[in-house]
């Protein structure tokens, strides 16, 4: 029988003998194995970070079409609103056309401007006093017929 100083022993650490191969070939795979879980860890730890990442692309891709569609919502009231204004005015132009008849006729107007309108009335207010009905109060509706002839012969002068 070998006495164990014979297979390599010193204490109690075998340093020959028949596994000393073996005992190699293992060292250097748990090496490579050590290597691989350390990589894999890393990779791991990559992954995660990437995936992060993705998320936060991910987000502000749907941050962006929210602003998109908040940017055609806005654009598409602006363009109904401002139809809504064309139509608006165009009816308004409509309506003035037909209160001032053809357009000729606008030369023949005697009140073409507000001073025109404030001598007229005030001829008004003198004639009025002169026959003695100067006690009484223009009526808010004259006044407003007088305004609204005024407006609508300068209207045509705003439109075109």
Do not use: C
Not at 1 to 13: I, S
Not at 44 to 69: M, P, S
Not at 114 to 142: I, N, Y
Request: charge should be neutral.
């Amino acid at each position: 029988m070998a006495r164990p100083q014979d297979l390599g022993v010193t204490g109690n650490v075998v340093t020959g003998g028949p596994w000393a191969t073996r005992d190699a070939y293992i060292a250097e795979t748990a090496v490579a194995l050590d290597r691989l879980a350390a990589k894999l860890e890393r990779l791991e730890r990559r992954e995660e970070a990437l995936a992060k990442r993705v998320e936060e692309l991910t987000d502000h891709a749907h941050q962006a079409t929210r602003f998109q569609a908040l940017a055609e919502s806005l654009r598409n009231a602006r363009d109904y609103k401002l139809d809504e204004v064309f139509r608006m005015v165009r009816d308004v132009r409509g309506r003035v056309d037909a209160m001032e008849g053809p357009r000729a006729a606008f030369n023949t107007l005697t009140h073409k401007t507000f001073a025109s309108v404030d001598r007229t009335l005030a001829e008004l207010s003198a004639e009025r006093a002169e026959t003695g009905f100067g006690s009484l109060q223009p009526s808010g509706l004259m006044v407003g017929f007088l305004a609204a002839v005024a407006l609508a012969s300068l209207a045509g002068v705003v439109f075109f």
